[in-house]
């Protein structure tokens, strides 16, 4: 990863999340599946991106997807009847930055109590946790290299955070 | 205080909410009987020891976990998910 | 004066590189590399505080963060830092130091005057001296003695440095750096586990650069310093100086701090001042070494008295030279390496004091030391600087003393033995173990995964701390699943002898007038002990706080284990009897600013802003907190008052049309076949029947059956709600929901989300309401028919999609809409310009307080957890044909009690504002609170709503509204709470 750290504010035109109960996780998984055209879904924990869209397993039966595509929202709603899953757009419920950079980490580290190093947290993990009261949804790609979502009113201060956190370690607005 | 959360592994205590005592059931939804509904509202053991209670992850997943804590060392000693889903084994 | 700095010794200052600081306003000079203390003393300067009570004179005591004497403040202004140790404050160029707690001067200090009335101040002064003198005698003593008393003044300027925090994990911390722990660091290191190695100091090594022996054939220093190497060019360890571990907390959480920039004048461009770390730990080693023990005598405070191996600390390391003429009183053979070492360091000592009569004559090498045993010191004299002792034979069986004799010296150096510094071990709870040969505590039983080693241990023995170390770093490799160090045993040799002290609580003395030290930052004295004790303060936890012994910022470092002697003595029981106080965090002060971290300012808390938070900005709004949220209160124009601006709002509202920010709301997404059946069961009123395309309002209440939350429900589909509950109890009702779902329904099929961030909401409210929404919306229909109220429906401005429900909080003919929130400004903006025709009003908070209050619609006042549905006049509402969360409680006696509270409207006499909170009062009963307030303009008059003691049989009557605060008594007219429009009929204007 690059020697300098940058900041950059992201947004993408949709943001989804899919919650299936345990009678219809089965079918669930596989319509995901079959959308994203893999054989199976990540275990919890675990995001991948594929095709532009990014797929992350929360907890059992919960998943969130996002992209550029505007349209994600409505062809996923499509797939499920209201008794397999429920889907919620929550594209505009959302903000976020794009981490990455020699001290990505400890910046991370000032504000969240997780063990950040690849041994605990591999790459393409997704947590949730929160930092300063804000809570966030956090993608590691890899070492030092991190797409962190707030709620969109929480966004100003979240932002204002990660400024404030690295200017010791001097930063680029990319 | 360290509760490990079966989904997103071992977090601190501010990341979750404080539920209640997890020895007691809550009332069947329909029963009107206010004896029951009284005790399970506010009759409380405070127990010196091993306390078994519900947290909330609420920071994290929003899961809820049964937690088996002593009162007096904090000492956490079983975590278990609640709910109708089960835990998926990360190993 | 170079009289007092050693010809080329000094292993830390560099002599190329002076240094010029200020204390107490006089310049002096120094090296890098020296501590203030050293410099201090290098310049021949003794004296540098006035004790906390007594104000004696005070010199530097240890060379250590355990001195409890000579505290200084540095620095200015927002910079100010009191009750700084000077042997810790490294020196650098410019340093401005101040002595504290002596007017007008150090040398010359008027308050030394309470030294005449000691007699009076001893322990439990206050208590007795106050006892039953009334308040006045004591606020106005009391106006004096805290001029008198107090350590340094703390600055009220902001402080402008940055303080950061971070969270740190490691595999194994190691706490400490003498040999125990760098043995320790070196035997781990190999395995590739995580290792942290702390040290409090700028130097890692602790005792090592006096220690004699050689390792492995290196002497210990550069032993140490070749380890220090070694490992810090290993990847998997890393090493922080100046970073003191201070607190123990669960689950091996320790809580540190790290001083990154204390040591330069400023800190450098965005560099933390100090650092707060939370470092999770697996397995931790506190190898923390162990403090020297004083000996009391009379005078023991007196400048030029001090610890001797603090002494040796600053001849061997700064080449400081306490005196011209040393003496050493000892009770152990540590001593004697000590006077040794000295000796060739160059510091002239010239006597040596043993109190115990047999020792190994081995010991006295040195012929031109005079060597004195089975004597002691009995006093030490000389006021402002140390110029005489006396000693005299002691006789240990009868612990008495025979005739003195007195010896003309200008420093005494003492050594009792020393105390393991055990303070983090003892934090977790374990109790600790007395050790008889030591004289003193070591750690109890570890009950969670950390080790002691070394000198905390009581292993003075260089080869066993090693050992130690060693040893504790195998235990926490197989304690983590990985294998053993392959280090062997380290060959010691010629070693320092261990320190077995005789035991020696008090010396006596003949004078009973001179005072003998235990605490030497409170300035309590033996004689303190004595009277605590006769007046049975005699358990540790009593004595302390009667005292304040060990209560000081040094926290009884250099006290504790003498004090513990000394009153288990007084009790005649053994000290493991006695025991110790209860050891709490923080080993040593941690500055606030430091737990605060950047958390201070714009950034102290997080806060939500709605999506057209610029837009209020930019058009003149107030802002005002709702709980974590920015909302516009009013939006003021050129000269209005708040009242104004709010009346003129309300008004604009009900004459034509206003539009409000209601984004803070709570809003959750409910889906799934279950989930009019859900909001059945949550909702007191009835909800399986709502139709698709209509909203419903709904009551929540308590599992205890109080008024939970109100707000809409919107059913979107046969399977999807859209509910609004209030801003404050979005985040309460969303995890009540999830709980009933998760542990108690798991049965149903309904999944509960957050989508507050998703929407933007505002309200458009005013008989113009439907003309200028019409004007944009043009895919809904506005019609009576097309939209009815309490109607739901999606329709677009332009291409931006918003969702349009017909309710109403003001009472007049109004509509939500709500559109997602990257669209909320436009949409905002467009309504806006849609209602220009009809001079559309933005409106904030205020105004919308005088709405709901005109209209006796309840809010975050009358649902404050104290109040049902019945006593705000929603009784009706709750259906009995149905279980619900709080149904059955909802009934018990209290709740249905015929003299509760309950709402009614007041109207004020005389048109005075009332007061939210104040108590209404029937003549002079208090019977009842005033709950929301405001001017009403539809009215003209002031208004509340209020819950009085069986509200509805006072309607009619006047009764007084009193807020003592203000002195505010006003009388009112009790009428039912609608005050306007009680037919609703401005709904369909």
């Known amino acids: 990863m690059s020697d300098q750290l940058s900041i950059k504010e992201v947004r993408y035109q949709s943001m989804v999340l899919i919650k299936s109960w345990p009678d219809s996780a089965q079918k669930t998984d596989a319509i995901l599946a079959a959308f994203l055209g893999i054989d199976a879904l990540p275990v919890v924990g675990d995001f991948i991106s594929q095709n532009d869209i990014y797929f992350a397993v929360i907890s059992p039966g919960h998943f969130m997807m996002f992209s550029n595509n505007e349209l994600l929202c409505s062809e996923i709603s499509k797939l499920f009847s209201a008794d397999i899953a429920s889907v919620v757009d929550i594209s505009h419920s959302r903000c976020g930055i794009s981490l990455n950079g020699k001290n990505s980490d400890n910046l991370l580290n000032k504000g969240i109590a997780i063990n950040l190093t690849d041994d605990d947290l591999p790459g393409m993990s997704v947590l949730q946790s929160s930092i300063h009261s804000i809570g966030i949804i956090m993608f590691k790609l890899q070492h030092d290299d991190y797409l962190i979502f707030s709620y969109s009113s929480f966004f100003d201060s979240f932002y204002a955070w990660v400024i404030d956190s690295a200017e010791e370690y001097g930063y680029a607005l990319t | ?91 | 004066m170079s009289g007092n700095r050693l010809k080329n010794k000094g292993l830390l200052i560099d002599q190329n590189k002076p240094l010029e600081f200020t204390f107490d306003g006089k310049s002096y000079s120094g090296f890098e590399g020296d501590t203030l203390a050293s410099a201090m003393i290098a310049n021949g300067e003794m004296m540098m505080a006035r004790s906390f009570k007594y104000h004696r004179p005070r010199g530097v005591y240890s060379a250590g963060p355990e001195e409890p004497n000579a505290l200084v403040s540095l620095r200015s202004d927002g910079r100010l830092e009191p009750n700084c140790t000077a042997p810790t404050v490294e020196l650098y160029d410019g340093l401005d130091a101040h002595s504290q707690n002596a007017w007008p001067s150090l040398s010359f200090d008027v308050m030394a005057i309470n030294q005449l009335f000691s007699p009076l101040l001893v322990a439990g002064f206050y208590y007795k001296t106050f006892m039953g003198t009334g308040q006045k005698f004591w606020h106005f003593c009391e106006h004096f003695i805290r001029r008198a008393a107090g350590m340094g003044k703390a600055s009220l300027d902001a402080d402008p440095d940055r303080y950061e925090k971070a969270n740190i994990f490691a595999d194994i911390v190691i706490i400490g750096s003498g040999p125990a722990g760098l043995a320790a660091a070196k035997a781990a290191a190999p395995s590739g586990a995580k290792i942290l190695l702390v040290d409090e100091s700028a130097q890692f090594g602790g005792s090592l650069p006096e220690e004699q022996g050689n390792i492995d054939g290196y002497d210990a220093n550069e032993w140490a310093a070749d380890t220090l190497k070694t490992l810090s060019e290993i990847d998997n360890v890393t090493m922080m100086s100046r970073t003191t571990v201070y607190g123990y907390f669960d689950d091996n959480t320790l809580g540190a701090v790290e001083k990154v920039a204390d040591h330069k004048a400023v800190p450098e461009n965005f560099e933390p001042r100090q650092r707060h770390l939370k470092i999770f730990a697996k397995r931790v080693i506190i190898a923390a070494g162990s403090i020297e023990r004083p000996l009391v005598f009379d005078g023991n405070d007196t400048p030029g008295v001090m610890l001797a191996n603090a002494a040796l600390r600053y001849a061997n390391r700064y080449g400081a030279c306490v005196g011209q003429n040393v003496a050493l009183f000892t009770n152990n053979d540590d001593g004697y390496t000590t006077a040794h070492q000295l000796k060739a360091l160059g510091v002239n000592v010239t006597t040596m004091i043993d109190a115990r009569e047999k020792i190994n004559h081995g010991l006295c090498k040195d012929s031109s030391i005079n060597y004195i045993t089975g004597h002691v010191v009995t006093s030490a004299n000389g006021g402002k600087s140390l110029s005489s002792i006396k000693v005299a034979p002691y006789d240990a069986d009868t612990k008495s003393i025979g005739p003195q004799n007195t010896i003309n010296v200008d420093a005494l150096l003492v050594t009792g033995g020393y105390t393991p510094t055990i303070n983090l071990c003892s934090q977790t709870g374990t109790p600790a173990i007395f050790n008889d040969e030591i004289q003193s505590f070591i750690p109890g039983r570890a009950n969670r995964p950390w080790l002691a080693a070394g000198a905390i241990m009581g292993s003075f023995d260089l080869k066993a701390s090693l050992e130690d170390g060693i040893s504790a770093a195998n235990e926490s490799l197989e304690a983590l699943g990985l294998p053993p160090s392959n280090m062997t045993a380290l060959k010691v040799n010629g070693q320092n002898p261990v320190a077995i002290p005789f035991a020696l609580t008090v010396i006596p003395s003949s004078n009973k007038s001179a005072k003998k030290f235990v605490d030497f930052q409170h300035d309590v004295s033996v004689n303190d002990l004595n009277i605590a004790h006769t007046e049975g303060f005699r358990s540790v936890e009593h004595l302390k706080r009667y005292t304040t012994l060990g209560m000081a910022a040094d926290q009884g470092k250099t006290s504790n284990m003498n004090a513990l002697a000394i009153m288990a003595e007084l009790r005649g029981i053994s000290i493991p009897e006695a025991g110790t106080t209860r050891f709490r965090a923080p080993y040593k002060p941690v500055a606030l600013g430091t737990l605060a971290g950047r958390d201070i300012g714009n950034h102290f808390s997080a806060v939500r802003r709605t999506p057209m938070h610029n837009w209020h900005m930019d058009h003149g709004a107030e802002m005002i907190e709702a709980g974590i949220w920015y909302r516009p209160r009013v939006y003021k124009k050129s000269d209005e008052t708040l009242t104004d601006a709010y009346i003129r709002e309300a008004t604009a509202v009900r004459n034509s049309v206003g539009i409000v920010d209601v984004t803070s709301l709570g809003k959750i997404d409910i889906q799934g076949p279950d989930a009019a059946e859900f909001l059945n069961r949550i909702y007191a009123n009835a909800f399986l029947k709502v139709a698709v395309g209509k909203a419903r309002y709904g009551v929540m209440l308590r599992e205890d059956g109080y008024m939970f939350d109100d707000g809409t429900s919107w059913r979107l589909s046969e399977t999807q709600f859209l509910m609004t509950t209030t801003t404050a109890n979005a985040a309460p009702v969303l995890s009540q929901m999830e709980r009933l779902l998760t542990l108690n329904w798991p049965d149903l099929k309904v999944h509960v989300s957050s989508v507050s961030d998703q929407w933007a909401g505002m309200a458009v409210a005013g008989p113009k309401s439907r003309d200028t929404l019409n004007k944009i919306i043009t895919d809904v229909d506005f019609s009576e028919d097309g939209l009815p109220f309490m109607g739901v429906t999606d329709g677009s401005i332009g291409d931006m999609p918003v969702k349009v429900a017909r309710l109403s909080f003001s009472g007049e003919r109004a509509y939500e809409v709500y559109t997602p929130t990257h669209f909320g400004t436009a949409v905002w903006k467009e309504i806006m310009k849609a209602g220009e025709a009809f001079d559309i009003t933005p409106y904030g908070t205020e105004a919308l307080g005088t709405l709901r209050i005109e209209k006796g619609h309840i809010s975050g006042p009358e649902l404050d957890g104290r109040t049902s549905m019945a006593d705000v006049g929603l009784g009706k509402m709750a259906s009995s044909k149905k279980q619900y969360v709080g149904s059955s409680l909802k009934e018990r006696s209290g709740l249905i009690d015929q003299s509760r509270q309950t709402m009614v409207g007041l109207i004020s006499h005389d048109h005075k504002p009332l007061k939210a909170g104040s108590h209404v009062l029937n003549g002079t009963e208090n019977i009842g609170h005033v709950t929301s307030t405001t001017y009403s303009p539809a009215l003209e008059k002031f208004i509340a709503l209020a819950l009085i003691k069986q509200g509805h049989t006072q309607i009619g009557n006047t009764l007084s509204a009193t807020f003592p605060l203000k002195n505010e008594r006003n009388s009112v007219l009790v009428v039912e709470p609608h005050f306007y429009d009680k037919e609703g009929e401005r709904l369909y204007v």
Not at chain 2, 21 to 45: C, G, L
Not at chain 2, 51 to 74: A, I, N, P, Y
């Open chain 2, 1 to 91: 205080m360290i509760i490990k959360c079966p989904h997103c592994g071992p977090r601190e205590a501010s990341e979750y909410t404080y539920i209640g005592d997890a020895s007691i059931q809550r009332p069947d939804h329909n029963d009107t009987d206010m004896e029951k509904w009284s005790d399970y509202v506010f009759m409380r053991e405070n127990p010196r020891g091993a306390h078994m209670e519900h947290w909330q992850h609420t920071s994290g997943c929003r899961s809820f976990v049964k937690v088996l804590r002593d009162t007096v060392t904090h000492e956490i000693s079983d975590v278990t998910l609640e709910g109708p889903w089960q835990a998926e084994d990360k190993s």
